[in-house]
C-alpha cells in the first residue's frame, strides 16, 4: 500500500525509523551525542554528505529523524529540523533566509517573543518589519515593498484568537514572489495544513498542543526542502537542536494527536458557547462561533476550532484579576496546549509592558483573558470558569 494512501492517525502512528537487531515495538531512545564510523572513508563521505547518516545529535539523531518525518508526513511537506524551543525554531527560521537589508511583512498580531525579534534584534542587522492588520487582510499588497522576502503570520493569533485566509496569503506570496511563513501551532497539523494554500515554512511550538501534557520543550520548521536546508546548514552551525529525549517524547505524543485534539476542541466549543452566554462577559472568540468575524474561513481552512477561546470580562482589568484569583480548578499558567484548563490575563501578564495602543492594535483589550481548553470533564471547567465570572 502506497505511504501517500494512508490517513493521518496512520501516518502519526506507524511513521517511524528502521529497528533495530532487537526488533523493538516501539521506538527506543537513543540518548547518544555521537555516532561512530567503520573507517576513515566512512568518515570522510558521512562529512561530505555523500552518505546520509547520523553523525551527532546537534546536527541529527534518530530520535529527532523520526519526529521530523511524522511531522512532514502530517503537513505534507518535503522536509523539517526540530529545534529546542518554538522560539529558536521561528528565530532559526528567520535568520537563515534572511539577509541585512531584507524586510519582513508580518500580521500585527504575533506571539511577545516573535514581536521583539522583528522590532528589537532584526533591527540591528538592518532587517525591517511592516505590521498589517490582520483583520483587513485588502491592505496587505501596501505594505510590500522592493525588499520585501517573508510573509509571516499565526493563525489562529495569540492571543486574540484571529483568523487570516491562508489562500488568500498564498495568491499575495506567488504573486510577489515572497516566502510565506506560517506559525500553525494553535491550530495543530490535525487541524490545519497551511502547505496546501501555499504555504513554503510551517513553524510549531511543539511544546504545546504536540506534546499535549505540559511536559517537554520543543520546536519544529517543516516546508519546501531548499528552504529547509539553508535552516539546517544554519542550526547545524548556531546549535539550536532539540534534544533526543525531547524528540522521543513528542514522537510519542503525537500518535494520541489526533483524538487529543478531537476532545480538546469539542470542550473548546461547550466553553466558547456558555461562555457567550454568561452575562458578566462582553464577547467572546472562538473560530468555530458563528459569532467570529471569519466564521467562514475558519470552516473553509480548519478541520475544527482548536483549543483557545478569548474573551472580554465585563469590568476591565480589574475584573480580569479578581477572575483569576477567583478560579479553582483551573490552571493560572502562560502555557497553553495542555491536558489541564489554562486561563491568562494578558493586559496584566504576558503583554502588560505593551502601552493600551499597543495592546489594542493586537486585539488586547483590558478584560481579555484567553482560555487553553483542557481534556478535563467539560462540566466542570465551565463550572469553575461560571463561579469565578460570578
Same mark, same amino acid.
Given at each position: 500500500?502506497?505511504?501517500?494512501?494512508?490517513?493521518?492517525?496512520?501516518?502519526? =502512528? #506507524?511513521?517511524? /525509523?528502521? &529497528?533495530?537487531?532487537?526488533?523493538?515495538?516501539?521506538? @527506543?531512545?537513543?540518548?547518544?551525542? !555521537?555516532?561512530?564510523?567503520?573507517?576513515?572513508?566512512?568518515? &570522510?563521505?558521512?562529512?561530505?554528505?555523500?552518505?546520509? #547518516?547520523?553523525?551527532?545529535? #546537534?546536527?541529527?539523531? @534518530?530520535?529527532?529523524?523520526?519526529?521530523?518525518?511524522?511531522?512532514?508526513?502530517?503537513?505534507?511537506?518535503?522536509?523539517?529540523?526540530?529545534?529546542?524551543? +518554538?522560539?529558536?525554531?521561528?528565530?532559526?527560521?528567520?535568520?537563515?533566509?534572511?539577509?541585512?537589508?531584507?524586510? /519582513?511583512?508580518?500580521?500585527?498580531?504575533?506571539?511577545? !517573543?516573535?514581536?521583539?525579534?522583528?522590532?528589537?534584534?532584526?533591527?540591528?542587522? %538592518?532587517?525591517?518589519?511592516?505590521?498589517?492588520?490582520?483583520?483587513?487582510?485588502?491592505?496587505?499588497?501596501?505594505? =510590500?515593498?522592493?525588499?520585501?522576502? =517573508?510573509?509571516?503570520?499565526?493563525?489562529?493569533?495569540? @492571543?486574540?484568537?484571529?483568523?487570516?485566509?491562508?489562500?488568500?496569503?498564498?495568491?499575495?506570496?506567488?504573486?510577489?514572489?515572497?516566502?510565506?511563513?506560517?506559525?500553525?501551532?494553535?491550530?495543530?497539523?490535525?487541524?490545519?495544513? @497551511?502547505?496546501?494554500?501555499?504555504?513554503?515554512?510551517?513553524?510549531?511550538?511543539?511544546?504545546?498542543?504536540?506534546?499535549?501534557?505540559?511536559?517537554?520543550? +520543543?520546536?519544529?520548521?517543516?516546508?519546501?526542502?531548499?528552504?529547509?536546508?539553508? =535552516?539546517?546548514?544554519?542550526?547545524?552551525?548556531?546549535?539550536?537542536?532539540?534534544?533526543?529525549?525531547?524528540?522521543?517524547? *513528542?514522537?510519542?505524543?503525537?500518535?494520541?494527536?489526533?483524538?487529543?485534539?478531537?476532545?480538546?476542541?469539542? %470542550?473548546? *466549543?461547550?466553553?466558547?458557547?456558555?461562555?457567550?452566554?454568561?452575562?458578566?462577559? %462582553?464577547?467572546?472568540?472562538?473560530?468555530?462561533?458563528?459569532?467570529?468575524?471569519?466564521?467562514?474561513?475558519? $470552516? $473553509?481552512?480548519?478541520?475544527?476550532?482548536?483549543?483557545? /477561546?478569548?474573551?472580554?470580562? $465585563?469590568?476591565?482589568?480589574?475584573?480580569? #484579576?479578581?477572575?483569576?484569583?477567583? /478560579?479553582?480548578?483551573?490552571?493560572?499558567?502562560?502555557?497553553?496546549?495542555?491536558?489541564?484548563?489554562?486561563?491568562?490575563?494578558?493586559?496584566?501578564?504576558?503583554? !502588560? $509592558?505593551?502601552?493600551?495602543?499597543?495592546?489594542?492594535?493586537?486585539?488586547?483589550?483590558?478584560?481579555?483573558?484567553?482560555?487553553?481548553?483542557?481534556?478535563?470533564?467539560?462540566?466542570?471547567?465551565?463550572?469553575?470558569?461560571?463561579?469565578?465570572?460570578?
Amino acid at each position: 500500500m502506497d505511504e501517500q494512501e494512508f490517513g493521518f492517525e496512520t501516518q502519526a =502512528i #506507524r511513521t517511524h /525509523i528502521d &529497528r533495530t537487531q532487537y526488533q523493538e515495538h516501539s521506538t @527506543p531512545l537513543f540518548l547518544s551525542s !555521537s555516532f561512530i564510523f567503520e573507517d576513515a572513508e566512512d568518515m &570522510r563521505a558521512s562529512f561530505t554528505e555523500e552518505k546520509e #547518516r547520523n553523525i551527532y545529535s #546537534r546536527f541529527s539523531n @534518530p530520535n529527532t529523524t523520526e519526529f521530523v518525518d511524522k511531522v512532514c508526513a502530517m503537513e505534507g511537506a518535503e522536509a523539517g529540523y526540530a529545534f529546542a524551543t +518554538g522560539m529558536a525554531a521561528i528565530y532559526s527560521t528567520f535568520a537563515a533566509l534572511l539577509s541585512a537589508g531584507d524586510h /519582513i511583512v508580518s500580521a500585527g498580531s504575533v506571539f511577545g !517573543s516573535t514581536h521583539a525579534l522583528f522590532m528589537t534584534y532584526f533591527p540591528k542587522w %538592518n532587517i525591517t518589519t511592516s505590521y498589517f492588520d490582520i483583520n483587513k487582510p485588502e491592505t496587505i499588497e501596501s505594505f =510590500i515593498q522592493p525588499n520585501s522576502k =517573508i510573509l509571516y503570520v499565526e493563525t489562529p493569533t495569540n @492571543p486574540g484568537v484571529d483568523v487570516i485566509d491562508l489562500e488568500l496569503l498564498g495568491n499575495i506570496a506567488k504573486k510577489h514572489n515572497l516566502i510565506l511563513i506560517v506559525d500553525n501551532c494553535f491550530a495543530t497539523p490535525y487541524i490545519q495544513q @497551511p502547505i496546501k494554500y501555499g504555504a513554503h515554512i510551517v513553524v510549531h511550538s511543539a511544546t504545546k498542543l504536540m506534546d499535549g501534557q505540559g511536559r517537554v520543550l +520543543g520546536g519544529i520548521a517543516v516546508g519546501q526542502a531548499d528552504l529547509i536546508r539553508q =535552516i539546517y546548514l544554519f542550526s547545524r552551525n548556531t546549535g539550536p537542536a532539540l534534544s533526543p529525549f525531547n524528540a522521543w517524547v *513528542l514522537s510519542k505524543s503525537i500518535e494520541t494527536l489526533a483524538i487529543r485534539v478531537e476532545r480538546h476542541c469539542e %470542550n473548546a *466549543l461547550k466553553v466558547a458557547e456558555f461562555l457567550e452566554s454568561h452575562p458578566n462577559v %462582553n464577547s467572546v472568540k472562538y473560530p468555530f462561533l458563528k459569532s467570529h468575524p471569519k466564521y467562514e474561513v475558519a $470552516k $473553509k481552512q480548519m478541520l475544527l476550532g482548536g483549543n483557545i /477561546i478569548a474573551f472580554e470580562i $465585563k469590568g476591565g482589568i480589574e475584573a480580569g #484579576r479578581a477572575f483569576l484569583d477567583k /478560579i479553582k480548578l483551573c490552571s493560572l499558567s502562560a502555557n497553553i496546549g495542555d491536558a489541564k484548563t489554562i486561563v491568562t490575563h494578558p493586559a496584566s501578564t504576558t503583554h !502588560s $509592558k505593551l502601552s493600551v495602543e499597543e495592546k489594542l492594535s493586537v486585539g488586547i483589550t483590558e478584560g481579555l483573558v484567553r482560555v487553553s481548553v483542557g481534556l478535563e470533564t467539560v462540566a466542570d471547567v465551565i463550572a469553575d470558569l461560571e463561579q469565578a465570572l460570578s
